[in-house]
Antibody, heavy 117, light 109 residues
């Protein structure tokens, strides 16, 4: 059974770069599928950040594209998110998820990242 | 960008009730629509994809319908575990774009 687990700092200072990793178990990323990041500000709705294909092709939300980088490390079976120049508006629970076809079937538990000095 | 609008934003109902949540897309998305359930402090859970196909393991009291721009999620006989927030998501422009509705919070009356 595939499992996803987010990890990274829970506190990031304004203007710095948020970095998160999603470790995947029970399935080899190199075998295929799309892998995505979604976030949810406290008390608000879901926002897709971007996705990466196992080969490395990336797709980003246009509203975040200038600040987002998603990469994959098949040797470690994980993929990562970097979001630069963060502000308080980037405070959210960040989820990683798998999209075997077109929708997200498996999600990590989420990790709260707070942007504050 | 495709915008997804859910209604209502919140809904109060009782166990045993039948409830319907609506999702409207700003442009036609065929049947490329999913519904998710999210409980407090938990990740979203996929309920329905392709507008009307039930994900494995999801109770049959959940159903979805619609195509084009207008979609509905129906829960035929509310159970206590169904009180949660529900989100629709379009994946018409997959993988370049995904958009979620703003959510519908289903509360106990």
């Amino acid at each position: 059974q595939v499992q996803l687990q987010e990890s990274g700092p829970g506190l990031v200072k304004p203007s710095e770069t948020l970095s998160l990793t999603c470790a995947v178990s029970g399935y080899s990323i190199s075998s295929g599928y799309y892998w995505g990041w979604i976030r949810q500000p406290p008390g608000k709705g879901l926002e897709w950040i971007g996705s990466i294909y196992h080969s490395g092709s990336t797709y980003y939300n246009p509203s975040l594209k200038s600040r987002v980088t998603i990469s994959v490390d098949t040797s470690k079976n994980q993929f990562s998110l970097k979001l630069s120049s963060v502000t308080a508006a980037d405070t959210a629970v960040y989820y990683c998820a798998r999209a075997p076809t077109r929708y997200f079937t498996h999600w990590g538990q989420g990790t709260l990242v707070t942007v504050s000095s | 960008a495709i915008r997804m609008t859910q209604s209502p934003s919140s809904l109060s109902a009782s166990t045993g009730d039948r409830v319907t949540i609506t999702c409207r897309a700003s442009q036609g998305i065929s049947s490329y629509l999913a519904w998710y359930q999210q409980k407090p402090g938990k990740a979203p859970k996929l309920l329905i994809y392709a507008a009307s196909t039930l994900q494995s393991g999801v109770p049959s009291r959940f159903s979805g319908s619609g195509s084009g721009t207008d979609f509905t999620l129906t829960i035929s006989c509310l159970q206590s575990e169904d009180f949660a927030t529900y989100y629709c998501q379009q994946y018409y422009s997959y993988p370049r774009e995904y958009t979620f509705g703003q959510g519908t919070k289903l509360e106990i009356k």
